[in-house]
């Protein structure tokens, strides 16, 4: 019995498993990277309580925060790399549907009320979120941030 004999009796192809074991690892990725992140802002946050001034952001810090998982995100291009050369891909096919004719009206309906308000909500929420990040004091920083970016850029700085 060779390894393509139970691949096959299990009703998983090489390619699958492949895709899985690719889209498990970036989830795993995603995930203690979110765990760093929180642990840099938290280690910040209690810094900043000590001494109010301090500069608690650095780049360092988030390099330090995120060296670990830099072996697991090397695997995981070395594995996209090597799918891409291999030339394995999803190939997109589901198990197909019957659709219906309220299937097809659905998807060729115009907006309605319910959509109307949820993209409204949603703009309206943007436009507070802006608008709180403007009061914090934070388009000042990006307004910093960019003037230095281009008179490094120019040759200026």
Same mark, same amino acid.
């Given at each position: 019995?060779?390894?393509? *004999?139970?691949?096959?009796?299990?009703?998983?192809?090489?390619?699958?498993? +492949?895709?899985?074991?690719?889209?498990?690892?970036?989830?795993?990725?995603?995930?203690?990277?979110?765990?760093?992140?929180?642990?840099?802002?938290? !280690?910040?946050?209690?810094?900043?309580? !000590? =001494?109010? &001034?301090?500069?608690?952001?650095?780049?360092? /810090?988030?390099?330090?925060?995120?060296?670990?998982?830099?072996?697991? +995100?090397? %695997?995981?291009?070395?594995?996209?790399?090597?799918?891409?050369?291999?030339?394995?891909? *999803? *190939?997109?096919?589901?198990?197909?549907?019957? =659709?219906?004719?309220?299937?097809?009206?659905?998807?060729?309906? !115009?907006?309605?009320?319910? *959509?109307?308000?949820?993209?409204?909500?949603?703009? %309206?929420?943007?436009?507070?979120?802006?608008?709180?990040?403007?009061?914090?004091?934070?388009?000042?920083?990006? &307004?910093?941030?960019?003037? /230095?970016?281009?008179? !490094?850029?120019?040759?200026?700085?």
């Amino acid at each position: 019995m060779t390894r393509n *004999d139970v691949f096959k009796g299990a009703g998983v192809s090489k390619k699958k498993l +492949f895709l899985a074991v690719l889209s498990v690892l970036c989830a795993v990725l995603t995930v203690l990277m979110i765990a760093a992140a929180v642990g840099i802002y938290r !280690e910040g946050a209690a810094i900043r309580a !000590e =001494q109010p &001034l301090s500069w608690i952001y650095s780049r360092e /810090k988030a390099a330090s925060g995120l060296a670990p998982l830099l072996p697991l +995100f090397v %695997v995981i291009l070395v594995l996209t790399a090597a799918g891409l050369v291999l030339g394995i891909r *999803d *190939d997109g096919k589901r198990p197909a549907k019957s =659709q219906t004719m309220t299937d097809v009206k659905a998807k060729n309906r !115009e907006p309605g009320a319910k *959509d109307r308000v949820l993209r409204l909500s949603l703009l %309206v929420l943007a436009v507070l979120l802006i608008v709180a990040g403007v009061l914090n004091g934070s388009a000042l920083d990006v &307004l910093g941030k960019a003037i /230095k970016i281009c008179t !490094e850029c120019v040759g200026l700085g």
